[in-house]
């Protein structure tokens, strides 16, 4: 009886753990624009669609669609590639009516994600962090 507490309750803090590696649902977002550095604001939804990810900005009226790699730990190497529930990285490439760019992202321990993103022909990266919603 003593086992199966301890077991139950070694779960209860795994499993969530586990559920929050997985990058799909819809987050809040902060970032810094990568020509003037100001801060703006918006939402970000993330889906799986087959072995990618869909990510869909919506900021200040204006929509951005990308689609990404998952990355995830792997006895010290960073494995990219197909989305798996256990990623815990997210590079993606996206477009919107004005350009297009490339960002990269990973789990933080509080279960947001932060990373940075830059367009085409920018000289600058910046940051963006994304808080689930």
Same mark, same amino acid.
Request: aromatic share 10%.
């Given at each position: 009886?003593?086992? %199966? &507490?301890?077991? *139950?309750?070694?779960? $209860?803090?795994? $499993?969530?753990?586990?559920?929050?590696?997985? +990058?799909?649902? &819809?987050?809040?977002?902060?970032? !810094?624009? *990568?020509?003037?550095? /100001?801060?703006?604001?918006?939402?970000?939804?993330? &889906? %799986?669609?087959?072995?990618?990810?869909?990510?869909?900005?919506?900021?200040?009226?204006?929509?951005?669609?990308?689609? =990404?790699?998952?990355? %995830?730990?792997?006895?010290?190497?960073? $494995?990219? =590639? +197909?989305?798996?529930?256990?990623?815990?990285? $997210?590079?993606?490439?996206?477009?919107?009516?004005? /350009?297009?760019?490339?960002? /990269?992202?990973?789990?933080?321990?509080?279960?947001?994600?932060?990373?940075?993103?830059?367009?085409?022909? /920018?000289?600058?990266?910046?940051?963006?962090?994304? !808080? %689930?919603?």
């Amino acid at each position: 009886m003593y086992i %199966r &507490t301890i077991i *139950a309750a070694c779960a $209860l803090i795994v $499993l969530p753990n586990i559920a929050l590696a997985d +990058p799909t649902g &819809t987050f809040k977002v902060v970032g !810094t624009n *990568a020509d003037d550095g /100001s801060t703006y604001t918006g939402t970000v939804k993330v &889906t %799986r669609n087959g072995e990618t990810y869909k990510v869909v900005w919506n900021i200040g009226g204006s929509q951005s669609v990308g689609t =990404g790699l998952g990355s %995830r730990f792997d006895n010290g190497s960073i $494995l990219t =590639g +197909p989305a798996t529930d256990d990623d815990e990285g $997210l590079s993606v490439g996206y477009v919107n009516k004005d /350009s297009f760019g490339i960002a /990269s992202y990973y789990r933080q321990p509080d279960g947001s994600w932060a990373g940075v993103w830059t367009y085409g022909g /920018s000289k600058n990266v910046v940051k963006e962090t994304w !808080t %689930r919603q």
